[in-house]
């Protein structure tokens, strides 16, 4: 039996109507009295922000609000967000929005404690040590970050993709009101789903994983597989968005105490030139990194179909993995997930470049099979090739 450790000190309130106890669990949890809100200008747009500032301040908190997140967060707007939080003498943060905004809340903490900027603990130049509290309410279902100890920061200067990890980044506390996502667009719905897919398919067979990370990956997959064609097609259907909330949950325990792997490297490098959604740049690379991935990894891969469900217990590996990549083709074009051809602002031209980043990403050592530069440039050429 191999030897593994598996943490999570995330306190984790799921399900509809939870938004209402946010302020007992803050309560609950210490967090203070003077509160920085972490979120983007669309949900403060939408009216959602507000009624969560009211309900805060009606229960005696004071609010400090950031709505400076970015898709794909920059470490420029961290360390004005560090800045801010001392000014104003905050007790916690809380990130309400998907990734974006928890990954940028969990910087903050870390920059507004300890200073310095993301690169000085991603190069080693600075030690992490115990941050500012922080409670996440996600109102997307798709990064499951709100129980990862991990946030990606894009260093403007460099596009570089940077990956801070560390159990000190760890929400205290996550609450998950499906109900808050029932207003997400579909294309956001779409993303950020497939999102949470590879999650958990890169939780279950990259080479970090371990036997609790296999479970909790097994139990999303079938999860969100059933749910977000149902969720994409009828965003009010509310028990479709309850599964998809629960499988990105599951999702993000299960790669949150192992890793993800190649899909991961070469999307986050899309991300840091383009500002692609992470989980379309995601999206659009998953089948011809699954197709790599595969060779060699029959058994492990026709496990993940037949958790998905779209393989029998009793077919051939070979056979399971193959009926894998072709389900996920029809599942891929049935949410109306594009090309890689045809996504803004990308260019066959900055290949090396894409090349470059994603070798320098961390993750690139857990894939199951390993990648070289020659590799990711031939999965690029079958990404810019495809039609779906």
Same mark, same amino acid.
């Given at each position: 039996?191999?030897?593994?450790?598996?943490? %999570?000190?995330?306190?984790?309130?799921?399900?509809?109507?939870?938004?209402?106890?946010?302020?007992?669990?803050?309560?609950?949890?210490?967090?203070?009295? &003077? +509160?920085?809100?972490?979120?983007?200008?669309?949900?403060?747009?939408?009216?959602?922000?507000?009624?969560?500032?009211?309900?805060?301040?009606?229960?005696?908190?004071?609010?400090? +609000?950031?709505? @400076?997140?970015?898709?794909? *967060?920059? !470490?420029? !707007?961290?360390?004005?967000?560090? @800045?801010?939080?001392?000014?104003?003498?905050?007790?916690?943060?809380?990130?309400?929005?998907?990734?974006?905004?928890?990954?940028?809340?969990?910087?903050?903490?870390?920059?507004?404690?300890?200073?310095?900027?993301?690169?000085?603990?991603?190069?080693?130049?600075?030690?992490?040590?115990?941050?500012?509290?922080?409670?996440?309410? *996600?109102?997307?279902?798709?990064?499951?970050? #709100?129980?990862?100890?991990?946030?990606?920061?894009?260093?403007?200067?460099?596009?570089?993709?940077?990956?801070?990890?560390? #159990?000190?980044?760890?929400?205290?506390?996550?609450?998950?009101?499906?109900?808050?996502?029932?207003?997400?667009?579909?294309?956001?719905?779409?993303?950020?789903?497939?999102?949470?897919?590879?999650?958990?398919? @890169?939780?279950?067979? %990259?080479?970090?994983?371990? *036997?609790?990370?296999?479970?909790?990956?097994?139990?999303?997959?079938?999860?969100?597989?059933?749910?977000?064609?149902?969720?994409? &097609?009828?965003?009010?259907?509310?028990?479709?968005?309850?599964?998809?909330?629960?499988?990105?949950?599951?999702?993000?325990?299960?790669?949150?105490?192992?890793?993800?792997?190649?899909?991961? %490297?070469?999307?986050?490098?899309?991300?840091?030139?383009?500002?692609?959604?992470?989980?379309?740049?995601?999206?659009?690379?998953?089948?011809?990194?699954?197709?790599?991935?595969?060779?060699?990894?029959?058994?492990?891969?026709?496990?993940?179909?037949?958790?998905?469900?779209?393989?029998?217990?009793?077919?051939?590996?070979?056979?399971?993995?193959?009926?894998?990549?072709?389900?996920?083709?029809?599942?891929?074009?049935?949410? !109306?997930?594009? *090309?890689?051809?045809?996504?803004?602002?990308?260019? &066959?031209? !900055?290949?090396?470049?894409?090349? @470059?980043?994603?070798?320098?990403?961390?993750?690139?050592?857990?894939?199951?099979?390993?990648?070289?530069?020659?590799?990711?440039?031939?999965? +690029?050429? #079958?990404?810019?090739?495809?039609?779906?």
């Amino acid at each position: 039996m191999a030897v593994f450790t598996y943490q %999570c000190n995330t306190r984790i309130h799921f399900g509809v109507g939870t938004i209402q106890s946010l302020a007992q669990q803050l309560n609950d949890g210490g967090f203070g009295r &003077r +509160l920085m809100l972490v979120t983007d200008k669309g949900l403060i747009q939408a009216g959602l922000v507000e009624q969560i500032e009211q309900h805060l301040k009606t229960n005696g908190f004071s609010i400090t +609000l950031f709505h @400076e997140v970015k898709p794909n *967060p920059r !470490d420029t !707007d961290c360390l004005m967000g560090a @800045e801010m939080f001392r000014a104003n003498w905050c007790d916690a943060l809380l990130a309400v929005g998907g990734g974006s905004a928890m990954d940028t809340a969990k910087a903050i903490a870390l920059l507004a404690r300890h200073g310095g900027t993301p690169a000085d603990y991603v190069d080693g130049g600075r030690m992490y040590g115990e941050i500012a509290p922080i409670a996440c309410v *996600p109102t997307t279902a798709g990064t499951g970050s #709100e129980v990862t100890r991990g946030a990606v920061i894009t260093e403007a200067s460099s596009h570089r993709k940077l990956t801070l990890k560390h #159990e000190w980044l760890r929400p205290q506390i996550a609450v998950l009101d499906p109900a808050l996502t029932c207003t997400v667009p579909k294309p956001l719905t779409a993303a950020t789903g497939v999102d949470a897919l590879v999650h958990a398919i @890169e939780g279950f067979t %990259c080479k970090k994983t371990q *036997p609790i990370s296999q479970a909790l990956a097994a139990q999303a997959m079938p999860l969100i597989w059933r749910a977000l064609p149902l969720a994409y &097609r009828a965003p009010d259907n509310i028990e479709a968005r309850s599964d998809m909330l629960l499988g990105s949950l599951l999702a993000g325990l299960a790669f949150g105490s192992a890793d993800v792997a190649g899909v991961h %490297c070469l999307a986050e490098a899309l991300g840091g030139l383009y500002d692609t959604p992470h989980g379309l740049a995601n999206a659009v690379f998953l089948l011809p990194m699954l197709r790599y991935n595969i060779v060699g990894n029959e058994s492990l891969h026709a496990q993940v179909a037949r958790h998905m469900g779209v393989a029998q217990r009793d077919d051939e590996d070979e056979d399971a993995a193959l009926v894998l990549i072709d389900a996920l083709a029809a599942w891929l074009k049935a949410l !109306d997930i594009p *090309p890689l051809s045809h996504i803004d602002k990308v260019q &066959r031209s !900055d290949s090396e470049r894409m090349v @470059e980043l994603a070798m320098a990403n961390s993750s690139t050592a857990s894939n199951i099979r390993p990648l070289t530069e020659s590799a990711y440039r031939k999965i +690029l050429e #079958e990404a810019f090739a495809a039609t779906f």
